[in-house]
């Protein structure tokens, strides 16, 4: 069962109105979408938005019986502001992007996202598209297999992972998880398999290299913002570095005015302000969070309002 992070900060904080129109951006398990339910009343509009079909069936499931309007899509939420258009929906007065992988998703052997399940080589968030780490992991060559590897897991051994990497599938292709999980540990050292699993940055690094994540991140946040309501909140729950990076990153640039360079006599860039940050410091999960759920370690909530 998906176990929601941060589900209470997230939702509570939004500032909700019982007339409010409001986005959940990554269904997922569900669990912030079905908390605005319950804390909306039957005038509020619900949107929820999962390019996982699987991960809306759930959610279809779950709230079959509830009295708000719900509106649930199967799409992507970089193309956010098309969405609204097509449902008539031109302001919003909160959004909420959860941006982990749920549990469901990590747990189901068949969907290849996770280094300790036996599964095929997948990690596709939405099984329509083509594109799956089969083919990073086989067709791509090892320069640009290390570049991914290096930046977007964080990975210091990531030359040595994408050469073994190469060295394999000329043998014979890499199909499952646990076949790339030992090239793995052929490539880093010992000392580097003592802390953590030594697949784990790479898997990462697969996983949002298919699924394009920090792209669809750096999309849908200027979306977000010309949406939102005056007054109207943004809820971001990231779970490692490049995300918090980028969100904080927005974040500080939009609650600024002039960006042109300090001494600069004259504004040229025209910038103003559109948001007030909320949470100065991102929130982070209670000790009892955390004993109850120890994904949620190094979730971080951003939240900001539209000026």
């Known amino acids: ?82 969405i609204l258009k097509m449902h008539g929906i ?9 941006l982990g992988v749920s549990s469901f998703q990590l747990d189901d052997a068949s969907r290849g996202f996770s280094y300790q399940e036996e599964g095929p080589l997948d990690m596709r968030m939405n099984t329509d598209q083509q594109l799956s780490a089969w083919h990073l992991v086989n067709e791509w060559s090892e320069e640009r297999l290390a570049l991914i590897i290096r930046e977007l897991g964080e990975e210091r051994y990531a030359r040595r992972i994408a050469r073994e990497i190469v060295r394999e599938r000329q043998q014979r292709p890499i199909n499952t998880t646990f076949e790339l999980v030992e090239v793995i540990k052929r490539a880093v050292p010992a000392q580097a398999k003592k802390d953590k699993h030594p697949a784990r940055r790479t898997f990462q690094a697969l996983r949002i290299a298919v699924n394009e994540e920090l792209e669809a991140l750096e999309e849908v946040l200027p979306q977000a913002v010309e949406v939102l309501a005056s007054e109207g909140r943004i809820a971001v729950i990231t779970f490692h570095s490049l995300e918090d990076r980028i969100v904080k990153t927005f974040f500080k640039r939009e609650s600024l005015g002039c960006l042109c360079p300090s001494d600069q006599p004259v504004c040229t860039c025209n910038h103003r302000a559109r948001l ?5 410091r991102p929130i982070t999960p209670t000790e009892a969070e955390l004993a109850r759920n120890p994904r949620s370690r190094s979730a971080k909530l951003r939240i900001a309002e539209k000026i």
Request: net charge neutral.
């Open 1 to 82: 069962m998906h176990v929601p992070v941060l589900l209470e900060e997230a939702v509570s904080m939004l500032a909700l109105q019982p007339d409010g129109v409001y986005v959940d951006c990554t269904v997922g398990g569900g669990g912030h979408l079905a908390c605005l339910v319950q804390k909306l009343g039957e005038k509020a509009t619900i949107i929820g938005i999962d390019k996982d079909a699987k991960a809306l069936e759930e959610a279809r499931k779950k709230l079959a019986n509830v009295s708000s309007k719900l509106i649930l899509i199967h799409g992507d939420f970089r193309r956010l502001q098309v």
């Open 90 to 98: 031109s302001e919003i007065h909160g959004i909420v992007l959860d």
């Open 276 to 280: 007030k940050i909320v949470t100065k």
